[in-house]
């Protein structure tokens, strides 16, 4: 038969197993909420980027259309 401190000895071993248990799968937790915030942050420069880039394309394509049109303007004043 098991003495009273030897009970609260095995006692006190399984309620450290369990916190080290209940810390280890917080880290893990963390880690992966870690995880998924950088490719959050990745994802929105990524569609960030994108928009700056159409930006510029938009603004390109109004400056060449802007060209255009007075190409054709300088055409159809010296006919």
Same mark, same amino acid.
């Given at each position: 038969?098991?003495?009273?401190?030897? &009970?609260? @000895?095995?006692?006190?071993?399984?309620?450290?197993?369990?916190? +080290?248990? %209940?810390?280890?799968?917080? @880290?893990?937790?963390?880690?992966? +909420?870690?995880?998924?915030?950088?490719?959050?942050? %990745? +994802?929105?420069?990524?569609?960030? &980027?994108?928009?700056? &880039?159409?930006?510029?394309?938009?603004?390109?394509?109004?400056? %060449?259309?802007?060209?255009? +049109?007075?190409?054709?303007?300088?055409?159809?004043?010296?006919?």
């Amino acid at each position: 038969m098991l003495h009273y401190s030897d &009970n609260y @000895k095995i006692s006190n071993y399984k309620i450290n197993m369990e916190r +080290l248990a %209940n810390i280890k799968e917080l @880290k893990e937790k963390i880690k992966e +909420l870690q995880s998924l915030l950088e490719d959050f942050i %990745n +994802l929105h420069e990524s569609k960030k &980027n994108k928009i700056i &880039n159409l930006e510029i394309e938009i603004k390109e394509i109004k400056q %060449n259309m802007n060209k255009y +049109l007075d190409e054709i303007e300088e055409l159809i004043d010296v006919k």
